[in-house]
Structures are given as structure tokens and as C-alpha cells.
């Protein structure tokens, strides 16, 4: 649904808004801009220039493995392990090596030289075989059968010799580094966060969530400025989970009631409120998810087995467990921490049951329990504290790297497996590519040196030129009562189609539908009786029939009623265009939204207001190849991964099937043309087994985990449609070509959402798949065309970060501006790769508020670097930077390119509908109706 409540929203996957900072004294980063904004800001990067070597500064450090090291891998052998959590995994092992492997004084002697996880065990010392057997080993009442394996014996080499690593030396160099940051930071799957909450937040703000700050951490071989190297890459990261019990949540949802006295209906009302909701432990930040709630029990009464170190057990209750076991961190008035027992104060309320590792039941109190969502009136808030600036970012990039190379127990880590880590961030080479100004329909010129929302004001269509669409019908979807306004917003959008003189003709007979509360719009729809002859029609029609419903929703089930429009507009082939009524009535500037309005179904009918001049940036291939235009084929891809539910009816996790969709721009260029001759647009989704990536060619590729239906060994219902189609992506690239009768000069392809782990999947499945459309389509026309294909995975969260150290000593960095390029230093050594800072820096009182994120442009496949094209890196990183800036909904460079966002907002839009096989009518796919 457009959200039109703000002038300026957010941009899509751009940096976050940014409002007054709290400051915070060594972390003034996280609070005040801090000392950045006493300095003059100078622009050290002239368009299509070189920057300094000693300005341009990376959040890489180098380490110097300065004698070469031989380390012994053994793996663990344990019977029924996957049962156990990994701290109590770990707790196996951990007394397997005290007790066995090293023991007696040993495993004090060689604690800084032993390293484990719970499938590996790495260590600088050589374990006798006969130390190595399998041997009993009992936690508590749980008793496992555990040895390890034959080493794998792995010789790590001086810096000054680095060959490329193999994957186990990566993970022992990763291992070494847990190990180290472990001594004074807690580990998650995230990073690595300090094991105290922040008190750095404001009041309102300090009862509604928790913050903890840390890093993302990780040690990686890249080509650097001087060869080869070992980096350590650093990047502050915040961590927010909320603070809203889930037993005040529970005691609004019935009134302040007692639960002795709720009805079995009104039971089942809490219980659907609450089954399937993310929860953590407020005194130890587990996560769970609340698989039911038992009105039989409550945390005094309900006793369950609690096992001690020693092996013996007793009867506890829960509240009696929190009391004498765990324990909370609270602050003083003077800022002193200090710990307080966990006391549950509500005798009555009933146990939330959720289910640890190997299926067993655990029994929560609800007084002790948050919801990890954030409230959205905090959450709006957030940005001001989680937002770093690019100066206090690198300071706390250094910070860390100090930290692991000071004295101390993290220091001894690494210095016995011989790292040393240079606590002076990497430097690297930039180049600005040149300004690229945008133009509207009229090809005048539409600079953006800024955010270009203004400059399109006074749209204009050319009276000729442009095919025109006439819109069949207009159905204006509406609540009771609220028809005569609804319909006065309508008027107000329409006028403006009369003022730009636009091709799309909106049509005089128009219905209203009004949606009873209570009441489904898809079927409403579906039985309306002008909606049933449009769609008579529309269907034996030899061409497309255009007809638009517009909306306007209020009330808290408004998502739920756009997602029923949005379904029934996409299977019958109906332009949707809905609003969210409360915000609309919230923003500021009404005609801006009216406006907007009129231009985003102006750009779903592929009407762009605004177009880049990818002419000129290829001017040189038109020329040479005497062409008198160049048709340019851009696909984006992105895969949704909708999220895990619970299905209390199976009593089991739910994998969400993902959803990958595809996005196709065709341009038609002609030299000396500032806009493309011709844009065509065409979009597909495909459904997939929950969790795929790769779009494979055969069903069932090599990511599937589970068939349709069938429980996975977690205890997860996988869902993968059994119609999934094989080489899905071939066949979209081949639906676009031949139905525009499209065939490429260049064929580009932009790829989201692929881990480094996928490259090679990626290559021999998509890339593979992208060259057989082309091929196939060369064969059906008949035509000896030349189409070069280049095909590129975009990672867009990254923990690599660059800025401008205008001093030398990071006490002033500022924000690389928008169309910078890194693409000769941090270099993966497998790939060719490159970074791109598209989206445009926020400010706050003139000074950066965030700092810029770049892209990691990943080429798996090249044909334009050589004959007939000869694209040059320039050139192609040109046309990528312009791709940046052309998409419709948002008025600047956003993150991505304009075809991968497309792709993302259509995969996220329909990929969390409740349809195993979203169904895309044909006569929405050469449209962008999902904007």
C-alpha cells in the first residue's frame, strides 16, 4: 500500500531518518555528531577524479601471522548431539577436554591454545590418540557418548607467503578471532554485543526497549593496496528488543481482568493473539516463539524436574527457578549497575509453553517476557539512537581493534596462535563517476545534485509521441461513510492527468465499492456486478483492457484489507492503486500526495517521469557498431523469504514457501536521444521451497530441504510448491524477449540476496540459465544477432564501510558522496568485485547523520568486456550508477538498481500473502502494478 503520510518517507533500502541525536560520551557516535560537524566540509573526490591514497578510509584492519603455525582440527564425534542447545553442546565438550583430553594442570597451561565449537575442536598442541577415545560424559541428568576424530593437520602460513585460503583456514582464522572477542563481549548470531544493556536512552525511550551496542566481526583474505592480505573487518552494530511484557499486553487485551475469570471464548481470543509471537526472556534475552498458552498452570502451583551440576534433581517451580537462579541487571541513580533476584509478583496468570532443542517443552512466565517486536511509536524513534555517524563510526571501528590487540586475556588469544592485529584502518583508492542528470518526458533536464522531488512539479507530457491508454473503468473502493470524501480525493488525483496533459485517459463512468466492516474486499469485489462485466470484457479483448481500482483504508485492519485487494487485483488483472487513509490525513502537504498519487499509476502504465540518458554513457557501442538504435535487455532478481510461523493446529513450525521475482526493463536507444525511444516492462513471480535462493533449473535443486509437507528433522513443516516450474529464470528472460519481440544488444542481469557461500551455485545455475534463454530465443527468430550478457549479485548488507578522513587521525570523517566507486582495493580474491555509494548521505543541522552504505557488485559473467562491445569498467559502472536513479517511487539514487528494487518490492509484496502460488494475471505482467 502507498505511504504517502511524509513528504520525504524513507528510501528503499536507503539510509534511515535521522532527528535529534542523545549524546553519550565515548560513544557520542550513537548520540551527538560530535566533533565532525566543527569542520569544514571540502569535497576531496572531483567528478571523475582520484582521490587521495591517505584519505579514503576503510573499516579494514591488516594482521600480520608473523611465523608460520600448524594447527590440529578434530572434529567432534557425539551421539544425539543435534538434541541439545549449543551452550549445553558446548558444556559437553568442554568436560570431554578438561576431563580427557587435556587433563589435570594441562588445560589450564593450554587454555589460550585450545579452541572449540561444537562440531570442531582446534588446538596448536597435538592430543595423544588414546586421549582421543570415546568416552561417557554426563551434564545434569543428560548423559552423551562423545570422542574426537583424527586431526586434520593445517599449516598456516606467514602473511608474507598468503596463498589463497582453503575453507577450513578461513574458519580457524574466525575461530581465533571468537575466541578473542568471547573474553569481553557476548557472541549471537548477529555479532558480538556487550553483556550489559546501554543506559544511554531517554526516558520514554529507556521503558519501551533495551539496546545493546556491538560490533560484526569477521577475518577474511582480500587483495588489498599492497597484494594479498589477511584483514580484519570491523563494523558497530546496535541491537533493540522490547521491553512491553507479555502479560500487560495480556491484562489490556481483557480489561484488567482476573484470567480465573475469562470465558473459553475469550481464551481463545488470547490465545490466537499471542500463538506465533517472537518473545525474549527479560532476565537472560532468549529468544522463543509461544507455541500455546496453558490456562491449567501458573508459575507457583506447576512443578517441573530441575536437574543441578551435580547430577541431582529436585521439584521447582517456575517461580521459585527465577528467584534462586536468575537474576536481572538494574542501574542506579548514580549510573552503578548491580543485580536484583527475578521475583513474579502475579500469582494467576497462566504459562506461555514454547519448545527448546529436540521438541521438549519449556514452561515461560508471561510477567518475565517481552515481545522482541518494537512498538511502532518507538520504533519511529530509533533511528535517533541507533544512527552512526561516519566519525564516530571509524572511531569505534579502531576502538575495537585497540581493545583486541591491548593487554589482556583477549591479546594472549591471539598471540598464541602468532596474530597481530595493526590497529590503523586499511586505506584504499576512490574515483567519482561523473554527474548524471535525469529527464522528463520532454527530455529537459532534471538535475540531481539533490533530491530532484521539485523539479518534476511542472510535469508536461509531449502532445504526440506517446501511445495513449484508455482506462475501462475506475472502481473506487471506500469504507461506510466515508464515500463522498473518498471519491473528492479521487477528483482531486484525476485533475492532475488533465494538467500534464497525460496518455492515460481516465474513463467518466466510475463505480464505488463500499466495504462493510467485518466484510472480505476480495469477495466484494469478485461479486460486484459492473466489476464481473469489466472482467467479461477485459478477457476477450484481443488486446490489454486497463481497469483501476482506488482506495482508501482506515482502521487497524486496513493491511488486511489491501492484502484481499492486492490478491484479487493480481489474479484478475485489475490496477490497484490504495492508500492508507489515516496517513494521508496526517501529512503535512496534501497536494504533494495528490501528485504523487497521479504519478505512481502514471508509472505502473510504464509512463516514467523521469528517465536517464543511457544513450550518451553507451554512445561509443552505438557508434561503432553503426547501429541505428541498441536495445539493452535489464532483469532484476530478488528472492522473499517469508517468515516462520507456528501452526497450533499441527503443533509444529511452519516454513513460509520464498518467493523469487523477476523484473525486465527494455530500452530502445538512439544516439543523440536524451531519453530511451522506448521503454517495455515485464514481471513474474515464481514460488519455491521455503529457504531456496537459487533459482535452480530443476525442481528440487540442491538447496531443498524438505519436500512439500514433510516435517524437517527441527521439527518444521517446509513448504515447496509442488507446481514450482524448473529453469524459471530461463524462461522469464525467454516470456520478455519474445513477448516485446525484444532482442539484445547487452543483457543485464542484477542479482540480489546471494551469500559469497551461493557464488558458484549461482553461477551454474542462473548464469547458465540466462545464457539458454538467449540462445533459445536466437533460435526460435532465426536472427544471428550478437547479445552479450553480463550477469552481476548485488550484496547490499555489508559490514564494509568507507569514508573520507579529511585529517589523517579520524577526528573529522565524512560521508563518500553519491556515485563513488572502490574497485581496486578490498578485492575478493575469487571474484572480480566492486563497490558503488549510490544513496545520498541524511543530514541533521548540516552535519551527516548516518553514514552512507556502499553496494558489493559481484561479476560472474562478462561477454561485454570484449568484442563487438568493448564496455569499458567506467562505462559499465556509469549505467549502473544511472539505474540507481530512475526509480519511480522515490525522487534520488536509491540502493539498488532500479530493476532489483522493483523486484524486491514485488517479492515483498506478494511473497507474505497468504498463497502457496500467487497467481499474476497476463495482463499485469508487461506493467509495474505491484509499485
Aim: proline share 6%.
Amino acid at each position: 500500500m502507498a505511504d504517502y503520510s511524509r513528504k520525504r518517507p524513507s528510501p528503499p533500502h536507503g539510509n534511515e531518518p535521522y532527528g535529534q541525536k542523545y549524546a553519550r560520551s565515548e560513544y557520542g557516535g550513537y548520540g551527538q555528531s560530535g566533533p565532525q560537524g566543527q569542520y569544514e566540509r571540502r569535497n576531496l573526490l572531483p567528478p571523475g577524479g582520484q582521490s587521495q591514497l591517505d584519505r579514503c578510509v576503510s573499516n579494514y584492519f591488516n594482521i600480520q601471522l608473523d611465523k608460520p603455525l600448524r594447527v590440529f582440527v578434530y572434529p567432534v564425534s557425539a551421539d544425539s548431539f543435534s538434541d541439545l542447545s549449543t551452550k549445553l553442546r558446548q558444556r559437553f565438550i568442554n568436560t570431554f577436554l578438561r576431563n580427557y583430553a587435556f587433563p589435570g594442570s594441562e588445560m589450564r597451561e593450554n587454555n589460550d591454545r585450545i579452541i572449540s565449537d561444537v562440531t570442531t575442536v582446534v588446538t596448536t598442541v597435538e592430543i595423544p590418540a588414546e586421549r582421543l577415545k570415546e568416552q561417557t560424559i554426563t551434564v545434569g541428568d543428560i548423559v552423551r557418548r562423545i570422542q574426537l576424530l583424527a586431526p586434520r593437520v593445517v599449516d598456516l602460513k606467514t602473511t608474507a607467503d598468503l596463498s589463497e585460503p582453503t575453507s577450513i583456514e578461513s574458519s580457524i582464522y574466525n575461530l581465533i578471532l571468537q575466541k578473542s572477542l568471547r573474553k569481553f563481549l557476548d557472541r549471537t548470531p548477529r555479532g558480538y554485543f556487550e553483556r550489559v544493556a546501554s543506559d544511554e536512552l531517554p526516558g520514554k525511550l529507556a521503558e519501551g526497549v533495551r539496546l545493546f551496542r556491538g560490533y560484526s566481526a569477521t577475518i577474511s583474505v582480500k587483495n588489498g593496496v599492497q597484494g594479498r592480505s589477511l584483514m580484519f573487518n570491523v563494523d558497530p552494530l546496535c541491537r533493540v528488543i522490547g521491553l512491553d511484557s507479555v502479560l500487560a499486553e495480556m491484562q489490556r487485551a481483557i480489561g484488567g481482568r482476573s484470567f480465573e475469570s475469562l470465558s473459553t471464548q475469550e481464551k481463545g481470543r488470547l490465545r490466537r493473539m499471542l500463538i506465533g509471537r517472537s518473545v525474549h526472556t527479560r532476565y537472560n534475552s532468549k529468544a522463543y516463539i509461544i507455541e500455546e498458552v496453558d490456562f491449567s498452570k501458573n508459575p507457583f502451583d506447576y512443578k517441573f524436574e530441575m536437574s543441578g551440576r551435580g547430577g541431582e534433581t529436585q521439584m521447582m517451580s517456575p517461580a521459585q527457578y527465577l528467584r534462586e537462579y536468575q537474576s536481572e541487571m538494574r542501574t542506579d541513580g548514580y549510573g552503578r549497575k548491580y543485580k536484583v533476584n527475578v521475583d513474579t509478583t502475579q500469582q494467576s496468570q497462566p504459562l506461555i509453553r514454547t519448545r527448546g532443542r529436540g521438541k521438549k517443552s519449556i514452561y515461560l512466565v508471561p510477567e518475565h517476557l517481552c515481545f522482541i517486536e518494537v512498538p511502532k511509536k518507538i520504533k519511529d524513534e530509533l533511528p535517533k539512537i541507533c544512527s552512526i555517524p561516519p566519525t564516530n563510526r571509524f572511531k569505534l571501528t579502531k576502538r575495537l581493534a585497540e581493545l583486541v590487540t591491548g593487554e589482556g586475556a583477549a591479546r594472549r588469544v591471539l598471540e598464541s596462535f602468532n596474530l597481530r592485529i595493526d590497529s590503523t584502518p586499511i586505506l584504499v583508492r576512490a574515483r567519482q563517476l561523473n554527474s548524471l542528470p535525469a529527464f522528463d518526458m520532454y527530455g529537459r533536464t532534471i538535475p540531481t545534485d539533490k533530491a530532484w522531488g521539485p523539479a518534476t512539479k511542472d510535469l508536461r507530457f509531449p502532445s504526440t509521441g506517446l501511445p495513449t491508454v484508455n482506462l475501462h473503468s475506475v472502481f473506487i473502493v471506500t469504507e461506510p461513510g466515508r464515500e463522498g470524501a473518498v471519491q473528492q480525493l479521487y477528483d482531486d488525483c484525476a485533475r492532475f492527468f488533465g494538467q500534464w496533459n497525460s496518455p492515460v485517459r481516465l474513463p467518466h463512468q466510475r463505480f464505488v465499492v463500499t466495504v462493510p466492516d467485518g466484510s472480505d474486499p476480495y469477495s466484494t469485489l469478485m461479486n460486484f456486478p459492473p466489476m464481473q462485466q469489466y472482467l467479461n470484457a477485459a478477457n476477450s479483448a484481443a488486446d490489454p483492457v486497463h481497469s483501476l481500482v482506488f482506495g482508501v483504508l482506515y482502521g487497524r485492519d486496513h493491511p488486511e484489507k489491501y492484502k484481499r485487494i492486492r490478491e484479487f487485483c493480481a489474479e484478475y488483472g485489475v490496477l490497484e492503486q490504495v492508500i492508507n487513509g489515516e496517513k494521508y490525513n496526517a501529512a503535512r502537504a496534501q497536494v504533494v500526495v495528490k501528485a504523487n498519487v497521479a504519478k505512481q499509476i502514471l508509472n505502473k502504465l510504464g509512463y516514467f517521469v523521469w528517465q536517464a540518458d543511457f544513450a550518451t554513457i553507451l554512445q561509443p557501442q552505438i557508434t561503432a557498431l553503426g547501429l541505428s538504435t541498441m536495445k539493452v535487455l535489464v532483469i532484476g532478481i530478488d528472492v522473499h523469504h517469508a517468515r516462520k510461523i507456528y501452526d497450533d493446529q499441527k503443533s509444529l513450525y511452519r516454513q513460509r514457501r520464498s518467493l523469487g521475482a523477476f523484473v525486465a526493463f527494455m530500452y530502445e536507444l538512439k544516439a543523440g536521444e536524451k531519453r530511451p525511444i522506448s521503454v517495455k516492462v515485464y514481471s513474474d513471480v515464481v514460488a519455491k521451497e521455503a529457504r531456496s535462493e537459487i533459482i535452480a533449473k530443476n525442481i528440487g535443486g540442491s538447496e531443498a530441504s524438505s519436500s512439500a509437507g514433510e516435517e524437517s528433522d527441527t521439527g518444521e513443516d517446509l513448504e515447496a510448491p509442488s507446481i514450482t516450474s524448473s529453469s524459471a529464470l530461463q524462461a522469464f528472460a525467454q516470456a520478455a524477449m519474445e513477448s516485446a519481440r525484444f532482442y539484445p544488444h547487452l543483457l543485464v542481469v542484477y542479482r540480489d540476496g546471494v551469500a559469497d557461500s551461493q557464488m558458484e551455485q549461482a553461477r551454474a545455475e542462473e548464469v547458465q540459465q540466462v545464457h539458454n534463454a538467449v540462445e533459445t530465443v536466437k533460435a526460435k527468430a532465426g536472427m544471428p544477432w550478437s547479445s552479450q550478457i553480463i550477469f552481476n549479485v548485488i550484496q547490499k548488507n555489508i559490514t564494509t564501510k568507507f569514508g573520507i578522513d579529511q585529517f589523517g587521525d579520524l577526528r573529522s570523517v565524512l560521508n563518500l558522496p553519491s556515485g563513488t566507486v572502490i574497485d581496486g582495493d578490498i578485492r575478493d580474491p575469487n571474484y572480480l568485485d566492486w563497490f558503488l555509494v549510490s544513496s545520498r548521505e541524511r543530514e541533521e543541522r548540516g552535519v551527516a547523520a548516518t553514514t552512507v552504505k556502499p553496494v558489493r557488485y559481484v561479476v560472474l559473467r562478462n561477454d561485454a568486456s570484449g568484442a563487438p562491445l568493448n564496455l569499458s569498467p567506467e562505462q559499465f559502472q556509469t549505467f549502473t550508477y544511472a539505474l540507481h536513479g530512475i526509480y519511480p517511487n522515490w525522487t534520488d539514487f536509491v540502493k539498488l538498481p532500479v530493476v532489483t528494487q522493483c523486484a524486491h518490492k514485488f517479492a515483498k509484496t506478494f511473497g507474505d500473502i497468504d498463497l502457496l502460488q500467487p497467481r499474476i494475471h497476463p495482463r499485469l505482467k508487461n506493467t509495474l502494478f505491484f509499485l
